[in-house]
């Protein structure tokens, strides 16, 4: 199984980019869809997830401009990123969690520019 993530690039402060997560291979038993990210010189911390009801959950200094969303039928998750700020800036990772093991993607650099 692997996780393909997509979408990052360098954008300006209030602008917004849209990362693309999807799995190749048999994946069974999905809780969880979720996006972390790591910036340079900090740990990894959770952004947003959703689970299989549709219900999603955020970092509370990413509510109201980042939306998750997932694709069950494509074993995808995407995350719409509006109003970026320059604190926003890291390598995003996506993380599929499952009843048995976490499956992790292999990150996608996203800059935000004041």
């Known amino acids: 199984v692997q996780l393909q993530a997509s979408g990052g690039g360098l954008v300006q402060a209030g602008g917004s980019l849209r990362l693309s997560c999807v799995a190749s291979?048999?994946?069974?038993?999905?809780?969880?869809r979720r996006w972390y990210r790591q910036a340079p010189g900090k740990e990894r911390e959770w952004v947003a997830s959703?689970?299989?009801?549709?219900?999603?959950n955020y970092l509370d200094s990413v509510k109201g401009r980042f939306t998750i969303s997932r694709d069950s039928a494509k074993k995808a998750v995407c995350l719409q990123m509006n109003n970026l700020e320059p604190e926003d800036t890291a390598v995003y990772y996506c993380n599929f969690h499952t009843v048995y093991t976490d499956y992790w993607g292999q990150g996608t650099q996203v800059t935000v520019s004041s």
């Open positions: 959703i689970i299989a009801n549709g219900s999603a």
């Open positions: 291979g048999r994946i069974n038993g999905i809780r969880a």
